[in-house]
């Protein structure tokens, strides 16, 4: 899915990373469960989850003794649900008695994009006003743009650059991508190419 605006020639955006949680609806004995599954890492002492890493699809599952898990590192939805999925029938396979598939709920995709061109963040942070903006390039050199509909922030670069976190679907991503571009159009900030 991506977002091209009429008039600017943009990439489209790249989901880099969705964040996801389910609860197995059962409490979970870590010790055990760490030595059951391959590669499984559990050091309570460090971190009160066992952290559990797939080559395919490529992610990272956090499964805590309450039965709640947190899967992190997929850069599609689909494999988002294959990663969850695999997790369940693996600790299925090591003996925990999970009997119903559980709900998969995105709590946060990060995705970028880039406007095609070089923007003067200094003059879109007075342009934009300060309710939602945050700008202190001597502390990041980002602007940081929190957008009402669809509720995310937009982190944006002097190299017209852009990263979009706190969405919870693509449509999210597109959505903020295309608000931002036509409101830097709207405001003289974004020259329109093509």
Same mark, same amino acid.
């Given at each position: 899915?991506?977002?091209? =605006?009429? *008039?600017?020639?943009?990439?489209?955006?790249?989901? /880099?990373?969705?964040?996801?949680?389910?609860?197995?609806?059962?409490? @979970?004995? !870590? *010790?055990? @469960?760490?030595?059951?599954?391959?590669?499984?890492?559990?050091? =309570?002492? /460090?971190?009160?989850?066992?952290?559990?890493?797939?080559?395919?699809?490529?992610?990272?599952?956090?499964?805590?003794?309450?039965?709640?898990?947190? &899967?992190? *590192?997929?850069?599609?939805?689909?494999?988002?649900?294959?990663?969850?999925?695999?997790?369940?029938?693996?600790?299925?396979?090591?003996?925990?008695?999970?009997? $119903?598939? =559980? #709900?998969?709920?995105?709590?946060?995709?990060? $995705?970028?994009?880039?406007?095609?061109?070089?923007?003067?963040?200094?003059?879109?942070?007075?342009?934009? *006003?300060?309710?939602?903006?945050?700008?202190?390039?001597?502390?990041?050199?980002? !602007?940081?743009?929190?957008? #009402?509909? =669809?509720?995310?922030? %937009?982190?944006?670069?002097?190299?017209?650059?852009?990263? &979009?976190?706190?969405?919870?679907?693509?449509?999210?991503?597109? $959505?903020? %991508?295309?608000?931002?571009?036509?409101?830097?159009?709207?405001?003289?900030?974004?020259?329109?190419?093509?």
């Amino acid at each position: 899915m991506s977002y091209r =605006p009429r *008039g600017i020639t943009i990439s489209e955006y790249v989901i /880099q990373n969705i964040v996801a949680s389910a609860n197995l609806g059962i409490e @979970l004995d !870590l *010790g055990t @469960l760490a030595l059951s599954l391959s590669g499984a890492e559990y050091e =309570p002492e /460090q971190f009160p989850g066992l952290i559990y890493r797939l080559k395919s699809p490529k992610s990272a599952t956090l499964l805590f003794r309450s039965g709640k898990l947190v &899967c992190t *590192g997929s850069r599609s939805l689909a494999n988002v649900k294959q990663a969850i999925e695999t997790v369940v029938s693996d600790v299925k396979n090591a003996g925990v008695p999970i009997t $119903a598939s =559980p #709900e998969i709920i995105v709590q946060n995709i990060v $995705a970028s994009s880039d406007l095609g061109q070089d923007i003067n963040l200094n003059a879109i942070a007075i342009s934009l *006003g300060l309710e939602r903006v945050e700008y202190e390039p001597e502390q990041f050199p980002g !602007l940081v743009y929190r957008l #009402e509909e =669809p509720k995310v922030v %937009v982190l944006l670069f002097g190299s017209g650059k852009l990263v &979009c976190t706190g969405a919870r679907t693509p449509k999210d991503v597109e $959505a903020a %991508v295309k608000k931002i571009t036509e409101e830097l159009q709207s405001i003289g900030m974004l020259k329109a190419t093509g």
